[in-house]
């Protein structure tokens, strides 16, 4: 049976100021919410952009006392929608855990993720990063009912790893999602490509909300959320300022690609030589 929703990326140009973030996210998933949609994401680290560690740590929460997270929960059942926090930095002993929430209309979480592989790399311009000093990493994907879809998630970094989407596909993922904190010089390049091409491969939607603009800490992010259909066609897609986009997710195309290229159906296990 064929179903339609509208679904929402919340971009946004996160400070250091927890508190901050929180308001100017309700805010956003409010107005989504007042223009229709019933699925709205938030992009990685949506409750505080600090890349100095002591401070960072200073200003998290473990995740039963996460104000981000409780806000988003009531917002859901006040709204009755589904909201995907697409990653909290959530206080996890000694180091954080970079991981999405997926809350139910009730209010409740209905799955929890945390960032398989961590962005450990030194770009061109000179950036370094090393997340896996202050963040732990996930070990198990996760796929989740929806109303209308099944989602699989990701975060950020995952989206150069096809593997993971095609076991999230696999698994029945209609719908992936890679919410991001993009590096500029590595959005300007990869971004829009790999979205479409999570989404082309496998025969899903690909939502991804995304950080946006020079931040407080001094880094600067891409931007550019985005909403692709299972055929690879950009639906909605964001510029370089907070803001918000929106698409139409008709069910019935992810059986229409996947029928049309059943490259699902069609994979086979590659014995390799190397001579």
């Not at 064929?2 to 679904?7: D, M, P, T, V």
């Not at 989206?159 to 719908?175: E, I, K, M, N, Q």
């Given at each position: 049976m064929s179903h339609s929703f509208i679904a929402a990326c919340v971009q946004m140009r996160g400070r250091r100021d927890p508190s901050t973030n929180c308001d100017d996210a309700v805010r956003m998933i409010r107005e989504a919410a007042s223009r229709g949609a019933t699925f709205v994401q938030t992009p990685e680290i949506s409750n505080l952009v600090d890349r100095d560690r002591e401070t960072m740590m200073k200003s998290l929460f473990t995740e039963d006392k996460d104000p981000m997270l409780q806000a988003f929960q009531a917002l859901a059942r006040e709204l009755r929608i589904t909201?995907?926090?697409?990653?909290?930095?959530?206080?996890?002993?000694?180091?954080?855990?970079?991981?999405?929430?997926?809350?139910?209309?009730?209010?409740?979480?209905?799955?929890?993720?945390?960032?398989?592989?961590?962005?450990?790399?030194?770009?061109?311009?000179?950036?370094?990063?090393?997340?896996?000093?202050?963040?732990?990493?996930?070990?198990?994907?996760?796929?989740?009912?929806?109303?209308?879809?099944?989602?699989?998630?990701?975060?950020?970094?995952?989206?150069?790893?096809?593997?993971?989407?095609?076991?999230?596909?696999?698994?029945?993922?209609?719908?992936?999602?890679?919410?991001?904190?993009?590096?500029?010089?590595?959005?300007?390049?990869?971004?829009?490509?790999?979205?479409?091409?999570?989404?082309?491969?496998?025969?899903?939607?690909?939502?991804?909300?995304?950080?946006?603009?020079?931040?407080?800490?001094?880094?600067?992010?891409?931007?550019?959320s985005m909403i692709v259909d299972p055929w690879g066609r950009v639906l909605a897609e964001g510029d370089d300022k907070p803001g918000l986009i929106f698409a139409e997710i008709k069910t019935d195309a992810v059986t229409e690609a996947r029928n049309r290229i059943p490259a699902l159906r069609h994979t086979r296990p590659t014995p390799v030589s190397v001579c």
């Amino acid at each position: 049976m064929s179903h339609s929703f509208i679904a929402a990326c919340v971009q946004m140009r996160g400070r250091r100021d927890p508190s901050t973030n929180c308001d100017d996210a309700v805010r956003m998933i409010r107005e989504a919410a007042s223009r229709g949609a019933t699925f709205v994401q938030t992009p990685e680290i949506s409750n505080l952009v600090d890349r100095d560690r002591e401070t960072m740590m200073k200003s998290l929460f473990t995740e039963d006392k996460d104000p981000m997270l409780q806000a988003f929960q009531a917002l859901a059942r006040e709204l009755r929608i589904t909201i995907h926090a697409g990653s909290l930095s959530i206080k996890n002993g000694d180091k954080v855990a970079n991981r999405a929430f997926v809350i139910s209309s009730s209010g409740d979480v209905a799955a929890r993720y945390d960032k398989i592989h961590l962005f450990d790399v030194d770009l061109a311009n000179g950036e370094t990063w090393r997340e896996s000093n202050t963040f732990t990493g996930g070990s198990e994907a996760i796929v989740v009912d929806i109303p209308h879809a099944k989602l699989g998630v990701s975060i950020c970094y995952d989206v150069r790893f096809p593997y993971l989407f095609r076991a999230l596909a696999d698994h029945g993922a209609t719908l992936l999602s890679a919410p991001a904190c993009f590096t500029k010089q590595t959005g300007e390049a990869h971004w829009s490509v790999l979205q479409r091409a999570r989404a082309i491969e496998n025969g899903a939607f690909m939502i991804s909300a995304a950080q946006a603009g020079l931040h407080e800490d001094g880094r600067e992010t891409y931007g550019h959320s985005m909403i692709v259909d299972p055929w690879g066609r950009v639906l909605a897609e964001g510029d370089d300022k907070p803001g918000l986009i929106f698409a139409e997710i008709k069910t019935d195309a992810v059986t229409e690609a996947r029928n049309r290229i059943p490259a699902l159906r069609h994979t086979r296990p590659t014995p390799v030589s190397v001579c």
